[in-house]
């Protein structure tokens, strides 16, 4: 059996076919307005370049940008009813308070703040405003809201006022879609707020996307079921997404890093994806990104989404090389997708860091002759610069100082040197399309993440073991298989200032998927 | 009061704050915090919506008041961890100042700050403008420290009780009398914590000649200019490490890649160690800094040459950003600043609080950086 691996990235569809751990054939197609005639022409591509049965293919992953650029292009948004459960706490920062005013607008502005919550330690904050809620549904029915994100103070400790609340609205609104923050975010009211109710503008268009991918893998005559990549490098069930498009932001860099770790059977490195425009730098640690422990923006919306740390800097293939008075300056500014036309080495006008990569010799497109002509001292300059560039990201990803391998992936990585500093640079075969390949290899995982209050005999031991049992049931249920789920994360973190019984705990298990061989 | 007040100041000398000002000050208040301090964003929240709402945040300098004046500190208190969750309601400021105008049977003439460093940079802007009232142009520290007996006021001699500290939930404690400084910071604490873990503390009102003498002066001026600083080096690419510096009679003491960082427990604090590798012109140098909340000490190739309370700030080398504590990580590229503190924070009565020894370091002598040299603002 087959799995295949789907990239939908701003510019290229990658396509690629595995078999038993092995990379039978790779394919690049443009994405397209409609994104899904895109994925068709990737797929048939790469169904055609490896030669094999359609019907011997037990899953489709597809990794997807399109979530993510809704919220930055603000498009498809819906209007959504943003309902806190705090008060008094909080009456001063409403829901949406720190969003940029063009968002906030489009999502509606429809904020309520209700009495409920708990503190640190387990108490209720208030009890429930249940009548309150109650007239939020009348509300919402009056508005004709489509749906609706439910935030709870601390209901990583106790959920059971966001539940209360989705079965109150539910009740009055039948059908109507409600998203908990506890499903969606961490520790950190605003933030996690934030995403839950970008998601729950975003349930629609999930809903049209997933049925879209649906549509285009029938239309290819494959019939097997079919995932979408998450951020944390794992897959959801293509009907998971529909509830949680969020959990989909930033998957592309997770993809790229877990492809490289395949591609050279790499654990422990820093990888350096470089494309046209721009450069993604982030560390693997066991085959996994590293998760950013701080908020990350989304189109200028703070979240604390669980994404990888990948920090990037524009540094790619097309990058202007310019001298001015202070030196040579090597990007931000690029032909992006236009290379192919405007590079000197290509025959177009425009210096860009390729051409600097093949007047140095160190990589071989276009033709060589079209740059014999640069200033040797200008060709050094600027590999000295780029290479520094890279250096200096290489250094801000590493974990520590231990000399780990860089590996290169992404079509622009022709840029990279042999060695960076005193760390070997790797480049594997099928570099171009690691997307895929990383989307192709995902696996199922399951997490907890709150707070435990260590009293009546609980030990800081014993509940990380109900963690862990928590988590892995989770990732059970999402497909994994038992036998294979391991802890990648285990961490406990005791809250400073206060009395020594509240930690707030983090486990993660991963495991491969059930049902097929691949 | 609800009575007509009498002004002690001249409305024509406060200045009042706009949007970009608060913008500057989250980042000046983030520089000053020298690793620590509490991340000002949510203040600034805070302080965005009550100037929306028509609230003015009016800043006065300290000689700009009859000496008679009362003004009273106020800054927040509790676990940083519990306030990213549970936000604040936003007026325990407020109701801080009411309560200590009924308890001491008087108005209150203007606000002062404890710490312009982080987040209680902003938190006494915002009682300051719900309740009407100018803050004065100085703090307690012209910086970030851990506990409430650090602040200037408490050191040359004001005593902080009765203090009010109020909760979200409209609970309203005094403190009546403590016996010293350290008892009412113990004392505080344990409050907090059946509070919820975070809360409002307003101390015993001062007159406004003591802050004067006695205050940090012109900090808001200070760090908005220091914030503006960083703005505009951004804005047109310049460097903005040596607009900080000019300012604040800074200098730049090392540019080096974090190569290390330890953190522990000692005596209940999370203390840190931080090694770095120096680049540009601190090749082949090493250095390190230590950390408890704040960065304390720093040593080149194994010497000390600052320690607290002069200021060690480090900044993100292509940014200008200010780095906290917890922000640390392997492969950072830095810039340490070194910036003298305020000659009150020099004295021998300031050193027993706030020198090294105060934080564990009895093996190390203060020895004052030279003193700033300060451009005209």
Redesign the interface.
Known sequence: MYRVGIDVGGTNTDAVVLHAKKVLAGVKASTTEDVTSGVIEALEAVITASGIDRQRIAAVMIGTTHFTNAVIERRHMEEVAAIRL?L??????PPM??WPDDVREIVGNHGYQVRG?Y??DG?E?SPLDEDEIVRIAGDIRAKGLKAAAVTC??S?INDAMEVRTKDILQQHCPGLPVVMSKDIGR????ARESAAIMNASLLSLADRTVAAFGKALVAAGITCPFYITQNDGTLMAADVVRAFPVLTFASGPTNSMRGAAFLTGIKDAVVVDVGGTTSDVGSLSHGFPRQAS?TVDIGGVRTNFRMPDVFSIGLGGGSLVVQCDNGIVVGPKSVGYRLRQDALCFGGKTLTATDIAVASGKADVGEKAFVTSLARPLVDAAAAKINAMLE?CV???????TPVPVIAVGGGSILMPNRIGELDVIRPENFAVANAVGAAIAQISGETDRVFSLIDGRTRESALAVAEAEAREKAIAAGALAETLEVIEREDTP?????GNAT?IHVKVVGEMGGHDA | MPEARKLKYDEAAVRTLTVEDLDALEIGAGILGTGGGGNPYQGKLLALEAMKAGYEMKVLATDQIEPDALCMSIGGIGAPVVGVERLREGREGLRCLRAMEDLIRAPIDAMVCEEIGGANAINPLVTAALGGLPILDCDGMGRAFPEMQMTTFSIYGHSSTPSVMCDLHGNVVIFSHAVSEVWHERMARACVVAQGGGAMLATAPMQAHFVHRYGIPKSYTKAIAIGEAVIKARKVQEDPIAAVCALEGGRRIFNGKITDLKRHLRGGFAVGDLELAGFDDCVGQTAGVAIQNEFLIFRRNGKVEVTVPDLIVLLDVDTGYPITTEMLRYGQRVAVLAVPCHDLLRSAQALEVVGPKAFGYPEITFSPLPPAVRQAA
């Open positions: 705090g008094p706490s909080g009456a001063g920062l308070v720190d919550g503190e640190f108490r904050l103070v601390f990583g520790h950190g009211l605003l701080m200096a250094e801000r990803s590493r974990i520590s100082s809250l400073a200032y206060l009395p707030r």
